[in-house]
T-cell receptor
């Protein structure tokens, strides 16, 4: 399977704990995005990388959230001191910026569903 | 701030009906509008629209963009129960996709 993969699929944690999610994009894609989706809402943009550079962060991304893409391949999203309001589906997506695929659609992974109790 | 608004929020129809889903947007440096279908997991790509007035079709689904009035519609003809899903509209602005809240479609047998 050469699609976007995310791990874990589900995570249940207690309030105050730290969690880390991983995303492996499509291998030739140099852009990687993180979105958060709560029930009944569309995905909300959190941050994106072009190669290893984090180029934009949403105001939604509080200082408890950090994302990395150290070698320009896989990415991790860490949430520290989780709160119940962090419960959501965290979606990763990737795309390419090479000329023939400019404006190419984002390809999404199946997400990590976080439940904070 | 970029904004994408979809209507209706939800829709219940019977198999064989035709539905029209709406998406309006206010996006800085608009480049493209995309439609996605989301069942239980990842949104799956349906269409990308960049030019006004050119209809894109895929089977029973079709979509068109109006860049003057800043909206798009997604039509589904002869609906089937398998079309039941959330349909998401999203716009590429500066560098990311901004999504609308989605339209939840339920097709009853």
């Amino acid at each position: 399977d050469t699609g976007v993969s995310q791990d874990p699929r589900h995570k249940i944690t207690k309030r105050g704990q730290n969690v880390t999610f991983r995303c492996d994009p499509i291998s030739e894609h140099n852009r990687l995005y993180w979105y958060r989706q709560t029930l009944g809402q569309g995905p909300e943009f959190l941050t994106y990388f072009q190669n290893e550079a984090q180029l934009e962060k949403s105001r939604l991304l509080s200082d408890r959230f950090s994302a990395e893409r150290p070698k320009g391949s896989f990415s991790t999203l860490e949430i520290q001191r989780t709160e119940q309001g962090d419960s959501a589906m965290y979606l990763c997506a990737s795309s390419s910026t090479i000329v023939r695929e400019i404006n190419s659609p984002l390809h999404f992974g199946n997400g990590t569903r976080l439940t904070v109790t | 701030e970029d904004k994408v608004v979809q209507s209706p929020l939800s829709l219940v129809v019977h198999e064989g009906d035709t539905v029209t889903l709406n998406c309006s947007y206010e996006v800085t440096n608009f480049r493209s509008l995309l439609w996605y279908k989301q069942e239980k997991k990842a949104p799956t790509f349906l269409f990308m629209l960049t030019s006004s007035g050119i209809e894109k079709k895929s089977g029973r689904l079709s979509s068109i963009l109006d860049k003057k009035e800043l909206f798009s519609i997604l039509n589904i003809t002869a609906t089937q129960t398998g079309d039941s899903a959330v349909y998401l509209c999203a716009c590429i602005g500066r560098n990311m996709l901004t999504f609308g809240g989605g339209t939840r479609l339920m097709v009853k047998p």
